[in-house]
């Protein structure tokens, strides 16, 4: 399989290359050349198989020819031998038509896992075999960065540097990015947003200069590697609930539009999806655009739902690429536009194609609530603000005789003060990580300036 750039500037690369690449030297990002497909007897048998044969036989097309049989599939036995659920991704029913997808049950408690801990695999193969090492940087709203420095603390041919913005994550997520003790994880307390630490780590993989000196390699959603992890829990739950002999829809809290889009690559490869509904809080910029609002950045605004707190959705532009029937340029020309000009309009046609595929709404703060509260009392499921999100939302597309997933992004003691505000439960962590609130920080506050940040990683990289 070869890999492209959204761009149409950069080399074609294989999987392994574009897996370690991250960003292309275009500034694009790398989607498959072409989506493989799956017959319907391909998909009727991945019904009740383990979630590590099923992940084998949805990804096996997309990486043959980077790793043998063999070694895939021992990286996906563990990458998933650490989740505290036989069945890796549960699914919980909430009414008779509505379902749960239960992707929290990860070593940091929220689906970022699902890929992350196949990428620390996937990367440490790779880098083995190539006597190569690697500085991994990253930018998290919370969740992305501690499933990052727990999968790759203490692999020696790795440093992990994580921006995320200083205050404005939950104190189990930056206890997650502090308090590993490993020598080659460096958290960074970046003074901005979300927006500003996305916005620098780009900035450093298009200084080619600080890029190939540090071996820049990045695991934010643009990383093709984590969409495809992310794929194959659209299979098992899809199938688990009949599919393909029926259509199964999704509702998915939306921020940088990685997992909506995994859903989307499993439609493309077969999968009967019916609807893919796009659920956003306050910063609503994808629900403005999918109703024909045009895609332009406003102000974040600190919600409750701290992980989709975005403006910019890195990976709206592979949904683009799509949308406008692969042109690679009229996409450079939007992202010109976003940059130079803070948004863009979606072409008429390319409006109708995103809204074929993809439904949108959003929750205010109070409807988010109110739906942790509504969802404890109707079914004993106590939701994480982005689960609630995406159930509220889910209920507004609700379809007779199609079931109905959404996707539970994050165990609710991720966010205690949210869920006890709304619920008046406390929710205890899960006992393999009781003592996190014991554990001592280790953390450097930084400002967002990009000349700090690169001389400050140069620094603990030529340690
Ligand atoms: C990252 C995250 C999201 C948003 O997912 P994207 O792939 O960025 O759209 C939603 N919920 C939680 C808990 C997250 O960590």
């Not at 761009?7 to 989506?35: H, N, S, W």
């Not at 500003?196 to 643009?222: P, Y």
Request: negative net charge.
């Amino acid at each position: 399989m070869k890999y492209i750039s959204t761009r149409g500037q950069a080399p074609e690369l294989t999987f392994e290359e574009a897996m370690l690449t991250g960003l292309a030297r275009d500034g694009g990002l790398y989607v498959p050349a072409e989506i493989p497909t799956m017959t319907k007897e391909e998909i009727a048998a991945l019904a009740g198989l383990p979630y590590e044969d099923i992940a084998f036989r949805v990804m096996w097309p997309y990486v043959e020819g980077s790793f043998t049989e063999e070694e895939f599939k021992g990286i996906i036995a563990r990458a998933y031998a650490g989740f505290g659920h036989a069945a890796r991704a549960p699914l919980k029913q909430l009414t008779p038509n509505h379902f749960l997808l239960e992707l929290f049950h990860g070593p940091t408690l929220a689906f970022k896992d699902f890929a992350m801990q196949l990428i620390g695999q996937l990367f440490q193969v790779a880098l083995k075999r190539r006597g190569e090492s690697v500085t991994i940087v990253g930018a998290t709203s919370g969740d992305t960065g501690s499933a990052a420095i727990e999968a790759f603390k203490g692999l020696d041919a790795v440093n992990v540097a994580i921006l995320y913005p200083h205050g404005r994550v939950s104190e189990v997520q930056r206890r997650q990015m502090t308090t590993p003790q490993e020598s080659n994880v460096h958290a960074l307390a970046v003074d901005g947003d979300f927006d500003d630490c996305q916005a620098r780590v780009k900035d450093m993989f298009n200084d080619f200069g600080f890029r190939d000196e540090v071996k820049l390699a990045g695991v934010n959603s643009i990383n093709f590697a984590r969409v495809l992890a992310q794929v194959v829990y659209y299979f098992a739950a899809a199938t688990a609930l009949g599919a393909p002999h029926r259509n199964v829809s999704f509702s998915v809290p939306t921020g940088n539009f990685g997992d909506i889009f995994a859903g989307f690559i499993a439609k493309q490869m077969g999968l009967p999806i019916d609807q893919l509904v796009v659920a956003t809080n306050q910063n609503d910029i994808l629900h403005r655009c999918l109703s024909g609002e045009g895609y332009f950045k406003g102000e974040t605004k600190p919600s409750i739902s701290p992980s989709m707190d975005i403006q910019v959705s890195s990976n709206f532009e592979r949904a683009l690429y799509f949308a406008y029937d692969k042109d690679t340029a009229a996409v450079a020309q939007l992202m010109d536009e976003l940059k130079n000009g803070g948004g863009f309009n979606v072409s008429q046609g390319a409006l109708e194609a995103l809204q074929a595929t993809y439904e949108s709404g959003r929750a205010s703060e109070e409807e988010t609530l109110a739906t942790i509260k509504s969802e404890v009392e109707s079914s004993g499921e106590l939701l994480c603000p982005h689960g609630a999100i995406g159930v509220k939302v889910a209920n507004e597309h609700l379809k007779e005789g199609v079931p109905m997933v959404t996707l539970a992004t994050a165990h609710p003691a991720k966010f205690p003060a949210a869920v006890e505000d709304a619920s008046g439960i406390h929710p205890p962590l899960p006992p393999r990580m009781g003592d996190l609130y014991e554990r001592s920080e280790r953390v450097t506050r930084i400002s967002s300036d990009l000349g700090d940040l690169e001389d400050h990683i140069r620094k603990q990289v030529a340690k």
